[in-house]
């Protein structure tokens, strides 16, 4: 593969640019992955403007460039998301691992990347002691209005112990998700559970779609997605941070049926709803424990 082409290095909308070094070696571009160090090679599936690389010591897969935050994501989440729906599949979230990890009231929780706030004040009504991150300001006005505690920072600012921390479609937008793990378990109690979401790249789904997986490149563009992480991935970054990589659940199994039907015939909606509630699916919930 010849080196890295100028659409990689050129910025994308001025807010992407390189990160680290790669060069070619042996008539390969190699470069650092930035989970583990090790070196990393050009991944099968590749986009225009997004080069992926895999790392072949912890299998990251990942784009080798840094997203500068603003308030696209958000922008684009208040045009994309419907307040209702997102409401209910956060509730059948929280329902879903409250039941299976038998949380009790008074839990302490995180929500990183909380946007404006739904999971915790759904968790805050379900008697859960709730704080919030975001990277962005965009929602900080909304926060005070409905007195929600959550301030703006990334993981590696917030202080305090918790039962569970949460990152619901978050650790794809990090440059550095081994220490984004590391900071979930410094952040837990002995005992407490990380619940990670995000999108597995060595799914069935994934495989099958190939550069068609709508999670290489989201709705707020080319470089928002960076890290692509596998079970495999997922238990190496647990292991090393101190944390026990306990199941990977699909991150549909507890989205309500109801949440298929739009814009779908029933027919679609139930085998969707079936088929993304297996181990075919692309989206994942990585659940880590931290040893007492």
Same mark, same amino acid.
């Given at each position: 593969m010849a080196v890295l082409d100028a659409?990689?290095? +050129?910025?994308?909308?001025? %807010?992407?640019?390189?990160?680290?070094?790669?060069?070619? &070696?042996?008539?390969?571009?190699?470069?650092?992955?930035?989970?583990?160090?090790?070196?990393?090679?050009?991944?099968? &599936?590749?986009?225009?403007?997004l080069k992926l690389f895999r790392c072949r010591g912890c299998h990251l897969i990942f784009a080798p460039i840094k997203y500068e935050?603003?308030?696209?994501?958000? #922008?684009? /989440? &208040?045009?994309?998301? #419907?307040s209702e729906p997102d409401a209910r599949n956060i509730l059948a979230f929280l329902t879903y691992w409250r039941? %299976?990890?038998?949380?009790?009231?008074?839990? %302490?929780?995180?929500?990183?990347?909380?946007?404006?706030? /739904? *999971?915790? #004040?759904?968790a805050r009504?379900?008697? $859960?002691?709730?704080r919030g991150v975001d990277v962005s300001d965009f929602y900080e006005a909304h926060w005070r209005a409905r007195g929600i505690d959550a301030q703006v920072g990334d993981i590696s600012q917030v202080r305090g112990s918790f039962d569970v921390v949460v990152a619901r479609q978050v650790i794809e937008h990090v440059t550095q998700p081994f220490d984004f793990i590391t900071n979930a378990a410094r952040l837990l109690l002995p005992g407490g559970s990380a619940l990670v979401e995000t999108g597995d790249p060595d799914s069935v789904q994934a495989r099958l779609s190939g550069p068609r997986w709508s999670y290489w490149i989201p709705a707020e563009g080319v470089g928002a997605h960076v890290s692509f992480i596998g079970r495999r991935t997922?238990?190496?970054?647990?292991?090393?941070?101190?944390?026990?990589? +306990?199941?990977?659940?699909?991150?549909?199994? @507890? +989205?309500? $049926?109801?949440? @298929? *039907? /739009?814009? %779908?015939?029933?027919?679609?909606?139930?085998?969707? $709803?079936?088929?993304? /509630?297996t181990a075919l699916s692309g989206g994942r919930c990585y659940w880590f424990i931290k040893p007492a």
């Open positions: 659409k990689w290095a +050129r910025a994308v909308d001025g %807010r992407i640019g390189l990160v680290g070094s790669a060069g070619p &070696v042996g008539g390969q571009v190699r470069t650092p992955c930035p989970g583990c160090g090790s070196e990393a090679f050009p991944f099968s &599936v590749q986009l225009p403007g935050h603003d308030h696209r994501y958000h #922008e684009s /989440r &208040v045009a994309n998301v #419907e039941a %299976r990890l038998r949380w009790q009231t008074g839990t %302490r929780l995180l929500d990183v990347g909380c946007a404006e706030g /739904r *999971l915790l #004040e759904a009504m379900l008697g $859960f002691i709730c997922a238990a190496t970054f647990g292991q090393r941070a101190g944390l026990e990589l +306990r199941g990977s659940v699909p991150s549909f199994k @507890y +989205r309500p $049926f109801a949440s @298929y *039907l /739009r814009g %779908r015939s029933f027919l679609k909606a139930g085998i969707g $709803f079936v088929l993304h /509630r």
